[in-house]
C-alpha cells in the first residue's frame, strides 16, 4: 500500500468499484462540512480477462484524472472478493479475474498517486461510518449485488480478522441444501439475497406460471433481472411484490444471524438495491421481527448506504485518501 498524502484542500479523489457485473469510477471531493460529493462517475461492463481488467482500470484512472476539475491526490478501489492485506484478492467467487493479481503497481505506474485496494464492502463501511454513524460502536455494512460483501468498523476501526479476511457474510450458510452459489457450496447467502438471487427468484416464478406480470415485464425488457423486479414494486405490481417479498426474508434471515452475532448499533445497505430506500428498509425490518431475539430492545439502526447505488465508489475513494 503506498501511503496517501494531503495535497490539496479540498481534495479531489478517484475511486473505483468492482463487481461481477460492472466495473464504475468516478471523481469525488469534499464539501466544507467534510460530506464527500460526487462529481463525475462511469462505468463499463466487468473485464473477464486479468490483463483486460488491469487495462480498463488504467483507463478509467487516467480518464477520470483528465476529467478531474483539480489534480486528484490519491486513488482507492473496491473489488468484491477476498482482499488480503497486500491488497491481492485471495479468492473471489464473482471477480475470478483478480485472483492473485498485483492490480496496485499498474495504476500506481499510470497516474503516479497513492493507490489503495480493498474489499468492496469495506470501502462502503468505512464511508458509512465516518458519513452516517462516526459514533457508533460496531457498524455492519452488507453490499447486495452480484454477490453479497460484508465490512465490519468496531470502534472506529475496520476489523479485518487475522487474515484481513472478517466481515464477509455472503458464503456464510443460511439454507443447507439450497440453490448452488457460484463459490460451489449450496445454500450460501448470496445464493438466496444477492441482486443476482432477486432475478432468479422473479424467473422462477414465471417459469411456474405463476406470474403473468413479470412475464410481461420481461417480454418488454427482454430480459428479467431484479431491476425488473423492483420496477414492477414501485409501480405497484403483486408479481413484483410477492418475489420482493420472498427475496427481502431471505435478506432479513443473513441480517438476523449477524445481529445475533455482532450486535451492531448500525447496518448499512448498499448495493444497487440500496436505491430502493424505505421500500427496502421496512421490508426487511418487517421479516427481522421475530427472527432476531430482543430486537426491539436493541438500539438498531438500518439504513441504506450514503451515496446510493455510487456508495462503493464513493468508499473507495475516501479509503483510498485516507489509507484506512
Not at 486479468?50 to 480518464?63: I, K, Q
Not at 493479481?101 to 497516474?111: F, G, I, K, R, Y
Amino acid at each position: 500500500m503506498v501511503s496517501a498524502r494531503l495535497l490539496t484542500t479540498p481534495p479531489h479523489l478517484i475511486g473505483l468499484d468492482l463487481g461481477g457485473t460492472k466495473l464504475a469510477g468516478g471523481v469525488v471531493t469534499l464539501e466544507p462540512d467534510g460530506a464527500a460529493r460526487l462529481l463525475i462517475e462511469e462505468r463499463v461492463p466487468t473485464p473477464e480477462s486479468s490483463e483486460a481488467l488491469v487495462s480498463a482500470m488504467v483507463g478509467m484512472v487516467t480518464h477520470l484524472i483528465g476529467a478531474s476539475p483539480h489534480q486528484p491526490v490519491s486513488v482507492g478501489a473496491g473489488i468484491a472478493g477476498h482482499i488480503g492485506l497486500d491488497g491481492v484478492a485471495v479468492q473471489a467467487a464473482n471477480t475470478p479475474m483478480t485472483v492473485g493479481v498485483d492490480l496496485v503497481t499498474p495504476l500506481v505506474e499510470a497516474c503516479s498517486l497513492p493507490v489503495r485496494i480493498d474489499n468492496d464492502a469495506n470501502v462502503v463501511a468505512l464511508a458509512a461510518h465516518r458519513e452516517l454513524a462516526p459514533t457508533a460502536s460496531a457498524l455492519v455494512a452488507v453490499t447486495f449485488g452480484t454477490g453479497i460483501g460484508g465490512g465490519l468498523v468496531v470502534g472506529g476501526e475496520l476489523w479485518r480478522g487475522a487474515a484481513g479476511l472478517a466481515g464477509e457474510p455472503g458464503h456464510m450458510i443460511v439454507a443447507a441444501g439450497g440453490p448452488k452459489c457460484r463459490c460451489g457450496q449450496r445454500g450460501c447467502w448470496e445464493a438466496v439475497a444477492s441482486g443476482n438471487a432477486l432475478g432468479a427468484a422473479a424467473r422462477r416464478a414465471v417459469a411456474a406460471g405463476g406470474a403473468p406480470l413479470l412475464a410481461a415485464r420481461a417480454t418488454a425488457a427482454g430480459r428479467l433481472e431484479g431491476r425488473e423486479v423492483t420496477e414492477g414494486v414501485k409501480a405497484g405490481d403483486d408479481d413484483a411484490r410477492r418475489v420482493w417479498h420472498e427475496w427481502t426474508g431471505w435478506v432479513a434471515v443473513g441480517l438476523a444471524n449477524l445481529i445475533q452475532v455482532i450486535d451492531p448499533d448500525v447496518i448499512v445497505l448498499g448495493g444497487g438495491v440500496s436505491a430502493m430506500g424505505d421500500l427496502l428498509l421496512d421490508s426487511v425490518r418487517d421479516h427481522l421481527q421475530g427472527m432476531a431475539l430482543a430486537l426491539d430492545a436493541r438500539r438498531l439502526s438500518l439504513v441504506c448506504a450514503p451515496g446510493g447505488p455510487a456508495a462503493g465508489v464513493v468508499g473507495a475513494a475516501l479509503a483510498g485518501w485516507t489509507g484506512c
